[in-house]
T-cell receptor, first 113, second 118 residues
Framework: AQKVTQAQTEISVVEKEDVTLDCVYE???????LFWYKQPPSGELVFLIR??????QNEISGRYSWNFQKSTSSFNFTITASQVVDSAVYFC??????????FGTGTRLQVFP | GAVVSQHPSWVICKSGTSVKIECRSL??????MFWYRQFPKQSLMLMAT?????????EQGVEKDKFLINHASLTLSTLTVTSAHPEDSSFYIC??????????????FGPGTRLTVL
């Protein structure tokens, strides 16, 4: 069965701190996709990254970076030098051989000035 | 590209009435559209998957007679909440996959519709 676990329900940091959001997934498939989305207070989901199961390279995009480790079934997301605008709920999601997305429970990040 | 719109963005209705929510892919043809429901401070839960011209596939526990989905064209899907009750109050989000990105499992999300049933 497929499952996504985001153990951190809420994280609070002060601006400029680095913060890592954890994501652990379960799947029996060898081919799958992992995603991260940001949901600001407005509610609209913002796509951040898609990673397929055959690409374990870490990725950096500005202040965002992702660490994909198949050995631990984890796909963690780090924000460097956090800013108030980063405050949102962040969802990790998994998709197997269909287009269905299974979302984690989300991590609410609050960045204080 | 790959913009999905929803209408209305919010709606308030009386208990017992029906509400229709539209989901449109504005600049692409959507092979598949999905409907999600999100209760406050919870995650997105998939309600149903629909393909143009065929019946929607509902997830376990979702009443298909209560949540009617029509996918009449490659750019439009509608969700009708029939005989809405206060417990149906939620944030409804649609998404779509594009033929262009077929196989990547990427979904493009609409901005969501907030339904409040009094």
């Amino acid at each position: 069965a497929q499952k996504v676990t985001q153990a951190q329900t809420e994280i609070s940091v002060v601006e400029k701190e680095d913060v890592t959001l954890d994501c652990v997934y379960e799947t029996r498939d060898t081919t799958y996709y992992l995603f991260w989305y940001k949901q600001p207070p407005s509610g609209e989901l913002v796509f951040l990254i898609r990673r397929n199961s055959f690409d374990e390279q870490n990725e950096i995009s500005g202040r965002y970076s992702w660490n994909f480790q198949k050995s631990t079934s984890s796909f963690n997301f780090t924000i460097t030098a956090s800013q108030v605008v980063d405050s949102a709920v962040y969802f990790c999601a998994l998709s197997e051989n269909t287009d269905k997305l299974i979302f984690g429970t989300g991590t609410r990040l609050q960045v204080f000035p | 590209g790959a913009v999905v719109s929803q209408h209305p963005s919010w709606v308030i209705c009386k208990s017992g009435t029906s509400v229709k929510i539209e989901c449109r892919s504005l600049d692409f043809q959507a092979t598949t559209m999905f409907w999600y429901r999100q209760f406050p401070k919870q995650s997105l839960m998939l309600m149903a998957t629909s393909n143009e011209g065929s019946k929607a596939t509902y997830e376990q526990g979702v009443e298909k007679d209560k949540f009617l989905i029509n996918h009449a064209s490659l750019t439009l899907s509608t969700l009708t909440v029939t005989s809405a009750h206060p417990e149906d109050s939620s944030f409804y989000i649609c998404s779509a996959t594009s033929q262009r990105t077929s196989g990547s499992n990427e979904q493009f999300f609409g901005p969501g519709t907030r339904l409040t049933v009094l």
